[in-house]
């Protein structure tokens, strides 16, 4: 028996082993028009597979591209778009830069620490004092999902007067949101479903 553990490895293995003979054979035609004319017959048998992608913007550009890798790139003939190199799919992708700042409290994130800054600036004393209520608030809440067994008032605006290194202080008398106090309520506000009355 011929089974496919015995095969080659398929290149693009959604094509399938039929698909791959085509363009084994395409690969071997020796004249270039006959070649070509192989090339885009497989095509339409490549595109006929997925037909739901035909609306997909450079679809018949993709199935070029794969009609390439599938031949190793030795399939000689005049293709319709240009194609991917064949160093492109070995060549390793560029590092993605990360940020090395240190945040001092991660579980406000550095999101936080940036409104922070911002609300340092501010000169409109109004302006500022609803901005640090907003940014104690979704400190809070971060805390709360960090955290709920220690979650104060008091904990959270001495956290945000360290984080500002002493330049905002909350005004006193201010009381943030009760985040385990909304959730109980939403639970208890939601009424349950009345059972249908029996249709005589």
Request: net charge positive; hydrophobic share 30%; aromatic share 8%.
């Amino acid at each position: 028996m011929d089974y496919n553990s015995n095969r080659k490895n398929l290149i693009l293995p959604e094509y399938g082993r039929h698909i791959q003979k085509m363009v084994n054979h395409a690969v071997t035609i020796e004249d270039r028009e006959e070649r070509t004319k192989c090339a885009k017959t497989i095509i339409g048998i490549m595109g006929n597979m997925f037909p739901h992608l035909r609306d997909v913007n450079d679809f018949k550009h993709k199935l070029w591209d794969h009609l390439a890798i599938m031949a190793d790139f030795k399939l000689d003939i005049d293709y319709p778009y240009e194609l991917l190199e064949k160093e492109a799919l070995t060549k390793r992708p560029d590092k993605i830069p990360y940020k090395n700042s240190k945040i001092s409290y991660k579980h406000y994130g550095e999101l936080v620490e940036k409104m922070i800054e911002q609300a340092i600036l501010l000169e409109d004393e109004t302006e500022r004092e609803h901005l640090m209520v907003m940014i104690a608030n979704h400190m809070k809440k971060s805390l709360f999902i960090w955290h709920k067994d220690s979650v104060t008032d008091d904990r959270v605006f001495d956290d945000l007067q360290r984080l500002s290194k002493g330049k905002l202080t909350i005004p006193e008398g201010t009381k943030l949101a009760e985040f385990k106090e909304q959730q109980q309520n939403r639970t208890r506000g939601k009424k349950r479903p009345q059972p249908k009355p029996r249709k005589k």
